[in-house]
């Protein structure tokens, strides 16, 4: 037995507004980080569901790359975490505001 | 063999070489640098005769050389044009500069002036613009080498900067021939952009055009072709009154005498002066399409040939009135290419350059016989002490007064004779002849007051008592020129052919191209039937002459008369000090001066200070309200940009869930 498509869509969106709603009332910057994942992971459940549901695996393959993509991005990311750590004593990322008018 | 013509240019590029070395090496030279002004001025003579005798020989030169701007529709060049009328004229300049050139050995070298560099330098530029005006054979060049003379009238009036009247008469100068070069200007252009051509002579000129244009019945910008063609000559008729002097622009010609008098000889005399005289003549077939230019040409001489000569006569400075005399001479020759009278114009151009340039130089001698002094109430008595210039100061000055039988008197009466004949078949005319008519009786007489309070009674100061002695590069062109000034008349004796049909009209005939071929369109004769012009006789035509003739004799005679018994007594009073107010308006030159500084504070200032406001509140206020507009928007816009990363991701979600929102409104998602 199969699950339905509208589960995926549903799971999906539902993961998706949940990262949103970190990203958007998160201070911490790992938490931050962290809400990104869970919505690049939201559109790899999406990209996965449809491949198997048209019987096409070019979805599945574009998935690949997201995780690979998705994996650079932390490096990145914690790296920049990191680096602001280092000036500010702290990873709120409301904090550092100078790059602005 | 090399045609005479392959030279023309040498003409006035000689003068042009005087002028680099005297500017170069001028300290180094004896003399500063006349030398130099000599010899070119002399191998230019050479050449203009050489020309006059090729174009006498039946050949007349009309080349482009050198195109400079080569566009679409027009293309503007360099090139020669030696016609009779302008062999003609660059015998006169040549001559006249050469002869300024010898001069000024005794009037400036001996005199011991400084920078006597920079005078032959000016001088040796000045005579390469103005013969390069009189070869131009197009309007634009010749615009040019108007300004450039122009340039160096400004130049030698100035030269006594450190004076303080000289600069500002230089200025003067300038600004108020400036001022009617605009207008030059916009004639300039507008002919170019209408007939395509600024060509003087052939059949692409724009004069050929423009009796094209009128014959065919065209219009441009709405107006005839010939009210057109009016419009455009009398643009460039703003520049001819500007340069020649006329009324209301000749206020510059008797402040320009601040310059030293062989300058005032050559280029306020004799030259430039004569430029915006010969430009009328150079396109008089343009003009003579034009009735209404020619009548306003007509009446504009002619109110300046009397306006000017009722200046002249309280004058006492000797510079003075021969300035005002020029300038009513030059209304004489509007007033006689206006009525048709082109050779008469073109005859009296001639006369004047000699005994105009004559009485300058004899005033500058009279200046250096009065260690320069020049109110003539200190001279008199300087007959018997200075004979050479007595005598041509003389013979000028009956040239000038129009006295049978020297040049003057013929040039002038034709002028005469010309406007009469024409005002006799249309009485509009009359008004402008009987201008010119009084004019005569008020040269006789300022010009005999001049002679009787210079040469005769009895000295009157002690510089005229022990008068400083002349050297013979002073008398020879004096003499040369008093000469011309006896006998120049002769080329025309028009009177002379009317009455006793002997032939010897040489110049009606020279202009006329009964010598050369080739200039089709720029003949006297065609130009006459150009103008449609009627003339009418009293009786008949011997009798009209004879009493032109009379009538302006009698007039001078009367002048000159009156000029006898109340001057040429041994110690002759102030007699214009009957004159009560009319003496005080005239001495301040109707006011004129007064009139143009009104204008220019009273009216030109506040309409200036009006644009200014107008500009500095409502154009700028646009320009700064939209920036300030802008300024304020873009201040309230910046603070989007907190600088917080979670304030831009709720931008984003907000900015795609409204463009969801509008696509699905005009989508009909809710429909």
Known sequence: MTVEIHYYVLLSAALFCIGLFGVLTRRNALMFLMSVEIMLNAANINLIAFAFYHGNLSGQVFALFTMALAAAEVAVGLGIILVLYRNFRDVDVTVPSAMRW | ?671
């Open chain 2, 1 to 671: 063999m090399v045609s005479a013509f392959e030279f023309a240019p040498a003409i006035a590029l000689l003068p042009l070489a005087a002028f680099v070395v005297a500017l170069v090496f001028g300290n180094g030279m004896p003399k500063k640098g006349a030398y130099a002004g000599i010899l070119a001025t002399a191998g230019s003579l050479l050449l203009s005769l050489w020309m006059f005798a090729t174009v006498a020989g039946g050949e007349v030169y009309n080349e482009g050389l050198y195109d400079w701007a080569i566009g679409d529709e027009i293309t503007f060049h360099f090139g020669v044009l030696i016609d009779p009328l302008s062999a003609l004229m660059l015998v006169i300049v040549s001559l006249v500069a050469l002869l300024v050139h010898i001069f000024s050995l005794g009037y400036m070298n001996a005199e011991g002036e400084t920078g006597l560099r920079r005078y032959y330098a000016e001088l040796g530029l000045f005579t390469f613009s103005m013969l390069a005006f009189v070869l131009a054979d197009n309007l634009l060049m010749a615009f040019m080498f108007f300004e450039l003379v122009g340039l160096c009238s400004y130049l030698l009036i100035g030269f006594w900067f450190r004076t303080r009247s000289a600069p500002s008469a230089a200025k003067k100068a300038f600004l108020v021939t400036r001022f009617g070069d605009y207008f030059f200007l916009i004639g300039v252009v507008g002919i170019g952009a209408t007939f395509g051509t600024l060509t003087f002579a052939g059949d692409a000129s724009f004069v050929a055009e423009a009796q094209s244009a009128i014959e065919a019945g065209e219009t441009f910008h709405g107006l005839g072709a010939e009210t057109w063609v009016t419009i455009l000559g009398l643009l460039v008729l703003g520049g001819v009154i500007g340069k020649s002097a006329q009324f209301p622009l000749h206020t510059w010609l008797p402040d320009a005498m601040e310059g030293p008098t062989t300058v005032s000889a050559l280029i306020h005399a004799a030259t430039m002066v004569a430029a915006g005289v010969y430009l009328v003549a150079r396109m008089f077939g343009f003009y003579a399409q034009s009735p209404t230019a020619l009548a306003i040409i007509a009446f504009v001489g002619g109110f300046t040939a009397l306006f000017a000569a009722t200046m002249g006569v309280v004058k006492d400075d000797i510079k003075q009135v021969l300035a005002y005399s020029t300038i009513s001479q030059y209304g004489y020759m509007m007033l006689g290419l206006g009525v048709g009278g082109y050779v008469a114009g073109v005859f009296h151009l001639m006369n004047h350059a000699f005994f105009k340039a004559l009485l300058f130089l004899g005033a500058g001698a009279v200046i250096i016989l009065m260690h320069h002094e020049q109110d003539m109430w200190k001279m008199g008595g300087l007959k018997d002490r200075a004979p050479v210039a007595y005598y041509t100061f003389l013979a000028g000055s009956l040239a000038l007064a129009g006295i049978v039988p020297f040049s003057g008197f013929w040039s002038k009466d034709e002028i005469l004779y010309d406007a009469l004949i024409l005002g006799l078949e249309e009485p509009i005319f009359l008004a402008a002849y009987a201008m010119g008519l009084v004019a005569v009786f008020f040269t006789g007489f300022y010009t005999f007051r001049m002679v009787f309070l210079t040469f005769h009674g009895n000295p009157r100061s002690e510089a005229a008592r022990d008068p400083h002695p002349l050297g013979m590069n002073v008398k020879i062109p004096l003499i040369v020129l008093g000469v011309l000034a006896v006998v120049a008349g002769a080329a025309n004796l028009a009177p002379v052919y009317k009455l006793a049909g002997l032939d010897i009209t040489f110049l009606e005939h020279w202009l006329d191209g009964a010598y050369t071929d080739g200039m089709e369109g720029m003949t006297y004769h065609e130009y006459s039937e150009m103008t449609g012009y009627e003339t009418g006789y009293i009786g008949s035509e011997t009798i009209t002459l004879l009493i032109g003739a009379a009538l302006s004799l009698g007039l001078a005679f009367g002048g000159a008369g009156l000029a006898y018994i109340l001057y040429n007594v041994p110690e002759p009073k102030a007699h214009t000090e009957n004159l009560g107010s009319a003496r005080t308006v005239l001495r301040s030159n109707y006011y004129q001066d007064e009139v143009q500084v009104w204008i220019a504070e009273g009216l030109t200032l506040p309409v200036a200070r009006m644009a200014d406001r107008f500009d500095q509140s409502v154009i700028d206020g646009v320009v700064n309200g939209v920036s300030s507009v802008s300024l304020f928007g873009s201040g309230g816009m910046k603070r989007l940009q907190t600088g917080v990363v979670t304030n831009y991701a709720a931008l984003i979600v907000l900015g795609f869930i409204a463009l969801v929102v509008g696509l699905g409104v005009y989508g009909g998602w809710f429909v």
